[in-house]
């Protein structure tokens, strides 16, 4: 009996050493048929972006700067006293980043913009809070564009839909406004190219923001880190300070706090 239970197993394992061989042949050849393509076979994507193969590598072609403009790597701008920040967008990721701009000395929020005006008026609260004045409310399909055309905006901070991401940020360039916007900036390459272009064209600055905010936890667990505090304490203090401030960590956000600290 154990003869034949051995038996089986030895044909069973070579079988799979054959299929594994084959799913790697496979692979080795699908692999050889795409590195194998020349650079001259250009392709065009669905969204009208030309590419090519390179030696395994995909290029995409790059549009040509022009003569007038110069890169934006390393821009700066003349300091600024105070920031006078307009903000669109405003209903998940929005209301939070007005809550932690009125803790950032030296930021005046001047306007707030939402599709729905009840929105845009919530958010009045957190400046009540922080002892700011009333900020002017803009609402409706095109009420960012009303925004962006004020000349007491420095900032505008955009937190919208997807799709009104590139349009948002084109508009406030266009008016003369640095821009920061929530991931992602575009939704295809034409676009993201237009963003450059316009920010090389206008020397404002077009910042794309991480999903993440750094906040305090972030940059205590790095100090805390380098003393060797083990991370449980860290998360123990995170937790009270979310029950003082009223801020009770979800248990859907455990995991994702946990991996952080």
């Given amino acids: 009996m154990n003869n034949i239970f051995l038996l089986l197993r030895e044909y069973n394992n070579n079988l799979c050493m054959k299929k594994f061989k084959f799913l790697l042949l496979s692979a080795c ?5 795409c590195t194998t393509k020349t650079s001259s076979e250009q392709q065009v994507s669905d969204k009208g972006t030309k590419w ?26 003349p300091k600024m006293e105070v920031v006078r920040v307009g903000f669109v967008g405003l209903g998940m990721r929005g209301p939070g980043a007005v809550e932690r701009f009125t803790y950032i000395p030296g930021v005046e929020i001047v306007a707030l913009c939402d599709y729905e005006k009840e929105r845009a008026e919530k958010c009045q609260k957190y400046l009540q809070r922080a002892s700011m004045p009333k900020a002017a409310i803009y609402s409706g399909e095109k009420g960012y564009e009303e925004l962006c055309k004020r000349d007491d905006i420095d900032l505008v901070y955009i937190a919208t839909d997807w799709l009104h991401h590139f349009p948002v940020a084109m508009c406030a ?21 237009a963003l450059v272009n316009m920010s090389e064209k206008t020397r404002k600055h077009c910042m794309i923001l991480e ?30 300070s979310g029950i003082i401030t009223g801020r009770m960590v979800k248990m859907t956000n455990w995991v994702g706090v946990w991996n952080i600290i």
């Avoid at 790059?62 to 390393?74: D, F, K, L, M, N």
């Avoid at 360039?173 to 640095?178: F, P, S, V």
């Avoid at 750094?214 to 083990?230: A, E, H, Q, T």
Wanted: hydrophobic share 45%; glycine share 4%; aromatic share 10%.
């Fill in 29 to 33: 050849i699908a692999l050889v048929a």
């Fill in 52 to 77: 090519s193969w390179d030696k395994g590598t995909i290029v995409v072609e790059t549009p040509e700067r022009p003569a007038e403009q110069t890169s934006v790597i390393g821009l700066t701008i």
């Fill in 173 to 193: 360039m266009e008016n003369n406004k640095n821009v920061a916007i929530e991931v992602p900036s575009a939704m295809d390459l034409k676009e993201c190219w």
């Fill in 211 to 240: 999903n993440c905010c750094y906040d305090w936890l972030w940059r205590n667990r790095v100090c805390l880190g380098r003393s060797f505090v083990p991370r449980e304490l860290i998360f123990i203090i995170w937790n009270l």
